[in-house]
Structure formats: structure tokens, C-alpha cells
């Protein structure tokens, strides 16, 4: 995962904020709220929006993999045990999210960000190294023989 502070930053936020200014107003406020996890010192910018909420987009991972920013979907947050799933669907040309399981009105809508087959520390690791938070999501809390299971 490349960080807000790469060689090319200056570039990449020149050219994500040509996107947003080429949006609505509206969408341009919504974008604006999306968080960024790489702000120094409370600072926003758009590459940092983008890094923290952008989706990689299209079946598997390579590096003709494209990512998308969806003003919606890029508001779920992590779980280790996700309560929706995303797929993209090329017949559609899009991402599609779906629930995983039932899920109880009111119920924080979470999907995952990090390969679900690593194991609790790779994923914490990698959390914690992409988006600067230490996951405590319902798997990662668990403790003693629940967490063993």
C-alpha cells in the first residue's frame, strides 16, 4: 500500500482533487467527510482521503488493479467477521455489497479490508500499518479458549 508520503504524492493529490472539483457539489461535500487516516496534523488531503477509502475494484488483485471510491460503501468499516460482503460484478461494471448473514436492525453494516486468511496478528498488523487502527472488532476481542476455537 503506497502512504500519503510517497515520492509521487504531490502529483497523485493534484490529480484526485482535479476529480473531486469535477464532481457535484454535493458529492464533493461527501468526499470531504470521508476520513482520512493519513491527515498530519488534522490536515486532510485528497490522496489521504483516497488511500484511507478507495476499494479495489475488479475480480482478484494484480497491478492492472483498478480501485474505486464509493460515497457509500467506503463508509463501512472493518470487522474480522464481516456482516457484508463485496464482489465485483463485471456484468454490471460495479461493486455490489451483500449481507453475509441476517442482520438485526440498527446493526453497524462492516466489511473487511484486509485478507480475511491471514492469521489475528498479520491482520492486525496490516490494519494497523494501512489504515492506523488497532482492530477490536468481535473476533479480534475475543480471549482464551474463544479465541483458540
Avoid at 488534522?42 to 476499494?55: D, E, F, P, V
Wanted: proline letters at 1%.
Amino acid at each position: 500500500m503506497m502512504t500519503a508520503s510517497f515520492a509521487g504524492g504531490v502529483a497523485e493529490e493534484k490529480l484526485i482533487q482535479a476529480q473531486v472539483s469535477s464532481l457535484s457539489e454535493r458529492d464533493q461535500e461527501t468526499f470531504w467527510s470521508l476520513h482520512d487516516c493519513h491527515a498530519a496534523k488534522g490536515r486532510k488531503a485528497a490522496h489521504g482521503t483516497w488511500q484511507t477509502n478507495a476499494i479495489s475494484i475488479g475480480e482478484g488483485v494484480s497491478l492492472e488493479c483498478s480501485n474505486g471510491l464509493y460515497l457509500i460503501g467506503s463508509r463501512f468499516n472493518h470487522s474480522c467477521k464481516p456482516n457484508c460482503v463485496r464482489v465485483w460484478k463485471e456484468s454490471l461494471g460495479m461493486e455490489v455489497f451483500h449481507a453475509a448473514r441476517d442482520i438485526k436492525c440498527g446493526e453497524e453494516l462492516c466489511i473487511y479490508y484486509v485478507d480475511m486468511r491471514r492469521t489475528q496478528n498479520e491482520r492486525k498488523a496490516q490494519l494497523e500499518a494501512g489504515f492506523q487502527f488497532c482492530c477490536q472488532c468481535e473476533l479480534c476481542s475475543l480471549t482464551g479458549k474463544a479465541r483458540a476455537k
